[in-house]
């Protein structure tokens, strides 16, 4: 197949990218592109401009465009013919992008020339019908709409290249990757907490996650699961750190309190102060929650109130005004959704009392914290048994093709 284009470009929001933080902010999301296109070893990232343009090398810039849509920060993208600054290539290279489109309705254009490179003979002015009068002839269906076109063809002729395109893809929007600090993720098997990540990620945060589990109250293909949306968001990210804590002896001191409403209560103060020390060790300067306010009981402004005193670091809550079906929504477009809905018991489910408080009581949880002498030995075996791992971008693939290997050898053996 022949390539239909040269190169992807990527612009960034006018805000993020202007004064001090440009160079910074651009550097980033360079790196985001880097990390993104990891599976695809020949593909090149240039920056010039305050642009970033993408080389698809082998692949189809066809296959690129999903996954660059994801880089945050980005406000649009456009497929892009690159030639040499001539009018004769530019009116050609024009003419193919149009035929591309396959025009099958009157569809109003205007052209856009932009001239930087004053070696070229004609001014931007001039220049505008020169390209757009060769197309009209050849194109009966075009039409020019200098107000309010349907599609506008751009040209930028620079002193050795010029770059042709039309299409404008809405990029993701946000900051771009890192820029705004590292934040660590408690993530559930929930639907809430992917959602709460990738928001935070978008939101320019650097973010690594933190999971509880309770073997063998809770089974490892919940433990599967939980990886799998931590690789979720590590195709967003391009890689994700997970940490995941051995909860079981903090959970079993807690039921032998004889406080079974209080217990999410107590639970939710020891994974912040389980997490407040990972961050700690990771440089991380927020945790991060998917709590939705109302949602559940330990979701009441009372419980949050009394929950959060258990840290003093700032608590990050994406989605807490957000609607459940809004929720559900991101978490579809992000492609967490059907992960998130397998039913492998979460530690938390499992020790849910019949009548949890909403309404807790910061003088009782305190008195019972303070009565339970091995707490905070507990609390520091957790966070110093905490297992890591990473996970990468095109990862999943890669797990599929070993869980595939893995299936092919055992076919061997039987
Ligand atoms: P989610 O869908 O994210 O699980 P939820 O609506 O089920 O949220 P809860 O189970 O009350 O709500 O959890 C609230 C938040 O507490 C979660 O969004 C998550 O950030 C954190 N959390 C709960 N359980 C765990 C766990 N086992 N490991 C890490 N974080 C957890
Ligand atoms: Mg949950």
């Not at 931007?124 to 009209?136: G, R």
């Not at 809430?192 to 490892?220: K, M, N, Q």
């Not at 002498?373 to 110093?384: F, M, R, S, V, Y």
Request: hydrophobic fraction near 40%; glycine fraction near 6%; proline fraction near 6%.
């Amino acid at each position: 197949m022949t390539k239909k284009y040269d190169y992807l470009l990527l612009r960034f929001g006018e805000v993020s990218l202007k004064g001090r933080n440009r160079a910074r902010f651009e550097k980033a999301a360079v790196e985001h592109v880097r990390a993104l296109i990891r599976p695809y070893p020949d593909v090149k990232v240039r920056r010039e401009f305050g642009r970033i343009y993408v080389d698809p090398g082998s692949q189809q810039v066809e296959t690129l465009i999903p996954i660059l849509t994801n880089v945050f920060g980005m406000n649009s993208l456009s497929p892009v013919r690159a030639v040499q600054p001539e009018l004769g290539e530019i009116v050609r290279a024009s003419e193919e992008l149009i035929e591309a489109m396959e025009l099958k309705k009157e569809t109003t254009f205007k052209t856009n020339v932009r001239r930087v490179w004053k070696g070229f003979p004609h001014s931007s002015q001039e220049s505008n019908p020169l390209v757009a009068t060769p197309l009209l002839k050849r194109f009966p269906l075009l039409k020019v709409n200098v107000r309010d076109p349907e599609f506008e063809l751009r040209v930028e002729i620079r002193d050795n290249i010029a770059y042709i395109y039309g299409e404008v893809i809405p990029g993701v929007g946000g900051f771009p990757l890192g820029t705004n600090g590292k934040a660590l993720l408690l993530l559930s098997g929930g639907i809430d907490s992917p959602v709460a990540g990738w928001s935070a990620l978008r939101r320019g945060l650097e973010v690594e996650c933190i999971h509880f589990h309770s073997y063998p109250f809770t089974s490892d293909k919940a433990k599967e699961k939980v990886i799998d949306l931590a690789q979720g968001l590590a195709e967003y990210a391009g890689k994700i750190k997970l940490h995941i804590v051995p909860f079981t002896e903090v959970q079993t001191a807690f039921t032998q309190m004889g406080q079974d409403n209080l217990m999410i209560t107590l639970m939710r103060r020891a994974m912040l102060r389980i997490s407040t020390k990972v961050a700690e060790r990771e440089k991380a300067l927020a945790l991060i929650t998917g709590e939705s306010l109302g949602q559940v009981a330990s979701q009441t402004l009372s419980s949050m109130n009394v929950i959060e005193r258990a840290t003093e670091l700032p608590i990050l809550r994406p989605l807490v005004m957000t609607d459940k079906d809004e929720i559900i929504r991101l978490s579809r477009q992000i492609g967490t959704y059907e992960t998130s809905i397998l039913p492998y018991e979460d530690c938390c489910t499992l020790f849910i009392p019949k009548s949890p408080t909403t309404n807790p009581n910061l003088r009782i949880v305190n008195k019972v914290e303070s009565v339970m002498p091995t707490l905070e030995q507990l609390i520091q075996e957790a966070a110093d048994g905490t297992e890591t791992i990473e996970l990468f971008a095109g990862g999943s693939v890669k797990r599929r093709e070993e869980e595939d290997a893995k299936a092919e050898i055992k076919q061997e053996w039987f």
